[in-house]
């Protein structure tokens, strides 16, 4: 065991510590609800690393009103946006692993116990562990994904095409990850993206770093998809999705890039009352760059011709991808 091993060891219970990087601006009840969720774990060698990106007296002040010795609050500033934010916590942390939070989500009180659990069963070094999530609504809640990854899957595959008809097949939601520490310093999140910052990271980190990635069954966080009303994946914009993916498609297959535009990009040019021409765009896109199936065409020309409710069929992809 190194030095830097046997820091981070708990000397009562020899259990590795864990660090939770939350970045934050101006949410200061949220972001203590979810650090409240981190610090009431089961497994108990844990840090809370609060990244505040930029000015936001408000929450500080409520982080520093918890009196908890455990939370480490980072002040920037000014606003590095949410990738580089959650870079600075990784490298503020101390832990062998890192576990992802959105400021407005929360963990259930035994995930991190578990997800540890299974690293422990893991033999590779460079490993991503993920778990279903609790979507929580206003309507009703519901667990996702529909359907585990399969090891051997292409990560974008298994994200953009689903093998049935329904939405939510494949999701993976931050606030499960849980990530070695020294993958995050080799293989950062990309600073500057306004979307895609998680799943451009982990399409890199699986394919560049060929991190291994594991999906638990259990739903071990709630993903509170009301408690943001400005969250960007909310907000219709296909021309960064369809940038997003441009910019990026060295890390999908030509039937995932077919997939994410015909699941994604349509569906949001569509909410934005784009025209016909806009869209035979996007199908040419589509039909020349990717390699869509009939299924991926029969999405593609539903959700134009019949044009369903955004609020049932707006994509898992495009979703994914905002945040």
Not at 1 to 16: F, G, H, V
Request: one cysteine or more.
């Amino acid at each position: 065991m190194d030095e830097r091993e046997a820091a981070i060891l708990n000397p009562l219970t020899d259990q590795p510590l864990v660090s939770a990087v939350i970045p934050t601006r101006n949410r200061p009840e949220l972001v203590c609800r979810a650090v409240r969720s981190a610090l009431n774990q089961t497994y108990k060698n844990i840090e809370v690393v609060v990244v505040v990106d930029g000015p936001d007296r408000a929450t500080i002040a409520a982080l520093e009103a918890l009196s908890e010795p455990r939370v480490k609050v980072v002040a920037l500033s000014e606003s590095v946006g949410g990738s580089e934010a959650r870079n600075t916590g990784v490298r503020e942390s101390k832990g062998k692993w890192i576990a992802l939070l959105d400021d407005d989500d929360e963990w259930l009180e035994d995930k991190i116990r578990r997800q540890e659990e299974r690293s422990r069963q893991v033999n590779a070094n460079d490993v991503i562990i993920a778990s279903r999530v609790i979507e929580r609504g206003s309507r009703a809640d519901r667990v996702l994904p529909l359907r585990l990854f399969e090891e051997g899957e292409e990560v974008c595959e298994y994200l953009f095409c689903p093998r049935g008809f329904s939405l939510g097949e494949g999701f993976l939601q931050t606030s499960t990850f849980f990530i070695n520490r020294d993958l995050l310093l080799r293989v950062p999140l990309v600073k500057g993206l306004k979307r895609g910052q998680e799943y451009t990271w982990l399409l890199m980190a699986t394919k560049d770093a060929r991190a291994r990635l594991l999906v638990m069954p259990e739903a071990l966080a709630v993903f509170n998809i009301d408690s943001s009303p400005d969250r960007i994946g909310k907000r219709p914009a296909w021309r960064d999705l369809l940038a997003w993916i441009q910019n990026h498609d060295r890390y999908f297959t030509k039937r995932a890039y077919a997939y994410y535009l015909a699941g994604g990009c349509v569906m949001d040019a569509i909410t934005s009352k784009e025209s016909t021409s806009t869209i035979l765009a996007l199908l040419r896109e589509c039909v020349l760059k990717g390699q869509p199936d009939a299924k991926c065409l029969s999405f593609f020309l539903y959700r134009w011709l019949f044009r369903p409710s955004v609020l049932k069929m707006r994509s898992i992809a495009s979703r994914g991808a905002a945040r």
